[in-house]
């Protein structure tokens, strides 16, 4: 089965992957710290300045979405980038 993706909602809630097998909650749950950490490795491997509201980076074959915001908990899905086979 391929995963093609991780997500979060945001802090203390379960991570989802989904792929070939659907959409699958995992046993993961992320503090915010946990998040952050994720973020933060995120800008520094794109040397794009995390910012508060969208956030969209690509870092080898992953992009990275985020919404970040200081009223709510910041939530992310990472997902592969597909090659077309032609």
Known sequence: QKVSSVETE?????VY?????????????LSK???QEVLNRFSKASKIPKKEGLFKVAVGKLILTATISESVSPRFI?????????
Do not use: C, D, L
Request: proline share 3%; aromatic share 0%; glycine share 10%.
């Open 10 to 14: 945001g802090e203390n809630e379960i």
């Open 17 to 29: 992957v989904n792929g070939s097998m659907g959409r699958k909650p995992t046993n993961i749950k």
């Open 33 to 35: 710290t946990e998040i």
């Open 78 to 86: 990472i997902e592969k980038i597909v090659q077309n086979k032609n």
